[in-house]
């Protein structure tokens, strides 16, 4: 089951972000201020932030700028939910690293749609090995490492994995390619000690 946070002050919207989420299926945590969006980030990372940009104890911005400033967070989806209506804002939003901006009062069912919409953009991950190719976010990660690629590099390893799965597919006897790129880590995943 896929986590969602959602940092919202308002407790009439953030009781129906919960009740419609879990019922969509989502695990779904609430956090009214930035200081308990911390605590709880700092012990599980969530698949998904619903961020408010007016809270109480800090700017929705700001807190995604930090997000956004550990590569541990690339693969992370940040939709920002705000009553901000102005162009400037919602570009500030985008740029600062969300992946959506949906202006409030909202519609729940196109909430739940644009999150399931998300989602399904990882399926159009393409995985070799221990290596995973994110197309949407062009990143490469090894072990969730990002591999720094070239455009030209990304390119190269996205069309040879997408040929190997094609053939796979194809033929009963699947061939297998033998590519490390230059800035790859170890073939084993191990976590640092």
């Keep these: 089951m896929r986590t969602i946070y ?8 953030e009781k129906i972000i919960y009740v419609s989420l879990s019922k969509a299926g989502y695990r779904v945590l609430s ?12 012990k599980e990372r969530p698949d998904m932030v619903l961020l408010d940009l007016m809270l109480p104890d800090g700017n929705g911005i700001d807190l995604l700028k930090r997000l956004r400033a550990d590569r541990k967070n690339n693969s992370l989806k940040v939709v920002i939910l705000s009553a901000k209506r102005m162009t400037m804002d919602k570009i500030e939003g985008l740029d600062s690293g969300a992946d959506d901006y949906i202006e409030k009062p909202f519609d729940i069912l196109e909430l739940i749609s644009r999150i399931n919409a998300r989602f399904r953009l990882d399926s159009e991950a393409l995985t070799f090995e221990d290596i995973t190719l994110d197309a949407t976010r062009h990143l490469a990660e090894k072990c969730g490492n990002d591999l720094n690629l070239t455009n030209t590099e990304f390119e190269i390893f996205s069309f040879l994995t997408k040929e190997k799965q094609s053939h796979a597919r194809k033929s009963p006897v699947a061939y297998t390619i033998k590519m490390t790129p230059a800035k790859a880590a170890p073939s084993t995943c191990m976590s640092p000690s």
């Design 6 to 13: 959602s940092v919202e002050d308002d407790l009439d919207i």
């Design 31 to 42: 956090f009214a201020t930035t200081k308990a969006f911390w605590e709880a980030f700092e």
